[in-house]
């Protein structure tokens, strides 16, 4: 056995292996989070994310965060959101509901283990008109005007891809 072939191999055998598992990941183009002090997110509060679109040729998924710990009080989470152009002018607007808890066995969903983070797909594939900066703002929606176990939320966009 000559080692120079056996390095050239298993040197190819690892980029193939990288571009198949990272080729295909889409690029995210924005991730923030905004805590809540007292791990409390209050009917009032809005939670804003300002970003900007670079191609709007290309389509986006956005999604948008919770981390909760055990203390939070239900399984479902509602959230009213708005995204707004640089104009003020309302691209979409809607109530959205996600279970951070199994709704039967109370389980949390997300990952970690005393606090979750669950990422909620909430548009696929969604085209901006134009390139330029765009607003999200979400607030809780909930029962309560102080929702407890909430330590923070966040919004991440990534290029849609195949």
């Known amino acids: 056995r000559n080692p120079k072939i056996a390095i050239v191999k298993n040197s190819t055998l690892f980029l193939f292996a990288f571009l198949i598992l990272f080729g295909c990941q ?14 409390e997110w209050y009917a009032d509060s ?4 300002q970003f900007n679109i670079d191609d709007a040729a290309l389509p986006y998924n956005l999604y948008y965060s919770v ?6 009080p239900f399984y ?11 104009e003020g002018k309302i691209l979409r607007s809607s109530l959205h509901e996600a279970d951070l808890m199994h709704p039967i066995t109370g389980a949390p969903l997300g990952t970690g283990e005393s606090i979750f983070d669950n990422n909620i797909l ?13 607003q999200f703002s979400m607030k809780q929606y909930m029962r309560k005007d102080t929702l407890s ?3 923070a939320v966040g919004l991440a966009i990534e290029q849609a891809k195949d």
């Open 76 to 86: 479902n989470f509602y959230t009213k959101y708005e995204l707004t152009d640089s």
């Open 26 to 39: 889409n690029e995210t183009v924005f991730n923030e989070y905004q805590d809540f002090a007292q791990q």
């Open 46 to 49: 809005l939670a804003t994310f």
């Open 149 to 151: 176990g909430v330590l």
């Open 67 to 72: 981390r909760n710990d055990l203390s939070y």
């Open 122 to 134: 909430l548009l696929k594939d969604f085209q901006f008109p134009a390139s330029g900066k765009y």
